[in-house]
Structures are given as C-alpha cells and as structure tokens.
C-alpha cells in the first residue's frame, strides 16, 4: 500500500525521500510518494526518481490495487531493491500548471452551477489548457462572457484554497446536488478529502490546487461547443494577471 502523501494539503511538495517496496523493468512502487497519479480529470505527474546507483525518469503515474505505480524510462544502473532509499522528483513547472488549472476548473464549475443550473459531467486538466463539459445546458455567446467574467471576479477576491479531510456524512450533507458525483465514490471511503473556496466552493477532490484563487492569473474561455442535446462543452486556458 503506498501512502499518497500529497494528501490532504502538501501538494505544494515536489521533492522527497521514500522506500522502494517493489520494482520492475516497466514500474517502481514507493512506501510513500507525492507524485500524483492519474485520475479525476488530471494527469499523471511527471519526473525522476533516484537511488544511489541509479535514477529513472518517471512518464506515468497510475494507482493500482492500493499501490501507486511510477512507470519509469530511461533507466541507469541497476534498479532499486525492496527496502533502498529513493528520492523522488517531481516535475514542479508542470506540477504547479496543473495546481492552478483544476482550481480554476473548480471556479468555473462553481458559475455555472450557481448561474445556470448546469452540473459538471466531465472535465480534463492539462498543463496549458482545460476543458468542462456541462449539463443541462445551451450556452449563448453572452453567457459564455457572462461566465467568464463571473470566474475572473471571483479569482480577484484571491480566495483561500483550502484542502482537508472531512467525514463523508458531512460532505454529503454539505456538497451541493449537481457539484460532484458523491456516487461514484465506493461508501467505504470515508473520510474524503474536500478543496473548500473560502465562501465560494465545496466539492470533494483528489487533485492539486493552490492555496489562494491570486495564484492563477485570469481565465480566458477560448471555445464552446455542443457535445450532444443539453450538454455544453467550454475549453479555457490562463492567462497572467
């Protein structure tokens, strides 16, 4: 079982020492790691992992079965044994990319809840743009405008980001119908981490996020399309104050 020790709050960490539990030619699982592995719309992070007669660049990052697996290229030396020292690092320029893409996300995803009804159905981060797909929803030009400036007034008031564990009785009762897909979380997992908006937003996450809204500049909505009856698509990116 690795530990996932950006959770809940240290996603702000890129550089660390662990223990190598398990390695093969194609991964290596740690006792413990930072590095973010795939999910929730994110992607994997990316970087190197070290020991003292070899190093790895890290490409992907997956859980499996309780485990987080670092697939590794470019392998030197000989690869760690069960109990050897490694450092990790993570890429911090892509990792902090991320940070402020799914923050911003969650602004977004909090507008057009709030001013149109439309739940979040789906979303992918990546480090220079964004994507949401929502629903019910039939966006005009003017709402697009709308929703835009509504995110960029929220990010002035430099908001904190905070990340916790909650019990899950209380995110249920707390997170809005239509801010996240409780259900797909099994019931066992309890408690569940939650990113909190000072005033602004709830919503259950696993991802990485910055600590104030004053961290991601401006958003810029660069495209709308219908992805099928009700459901709207916006594509973004951001922009420096």
């Known amino acids: 079982m690795t530990e996932q020790r950006y959770l809940p709050d240290a996603d702000d960490v890129t550089e660390f020492e662990a223990t190598a539990t398990e390695a093969t030619d194609d991964y290596v699982v740690l006792d413990g790691t930072y590095f973010y592995p795939e999910g929730g719309g994110q992607p994997a992070d990316r970087g190197e992992l070290s020991w003292d007669d070899g190093s790895a660049a890290v490409t992907k990052v997956r859980k499996n079965h309780g485990d987080v697996r670092h697939y590794v290229e470019d392998v030197e030396g000989d690869l760690p044994d069960p109990g050897d020292p490694v450092r990790g690092e993570i890429d911090a320029?892509?990792?902090e990319a991320h940070r402020r893409m799914h923050?911003?996300?969650?602004?977004?995803?909090r507008v057009v809840l709030d001013e149109y009804g439309a739940a979040t159905a789906g979303n992918q981060v990546h480090a220079d743009r964004s994507r949401i797909d929502f629903e019910p929803a039939e966006f005009s030009a003017a709402d697009v405008e709308r929703i835009e400036r509504l995110s960029n007034e929220a990010i002035e008031r430099d908001l904190e980001v905070t990340k916790a564990e909650r019990p899950r009785e209380e995110v249920e009762e707390r997170t809005e119908e239509g801010r996240a897909l409780l259900d797909l979380i099994p019931d066992h997992v309890d408690p569940l981490r939650v990113v909190e908006i000072e005033d602004f937003d709830y919503c259950p996450c696993g991802g990485t996020h910055v600590d104030?809204?004053?961290?991601?500049?401006?958003?810029?909505?660069t495209n709308r399309e219908s992805k099928g009856e009700e459901t709207e698509r916006i594509e973004f990116e951001l922009r420096t104050a």
């Open 212 to 221: 104030s809204l004053g961290d991601l500049g401006r958003v810029e909505i």
């Open 103 to 109: 923050t911003a996300q969650h602004v977004v995803s």
């Open 93 to 95: 320029e892509r990792r």
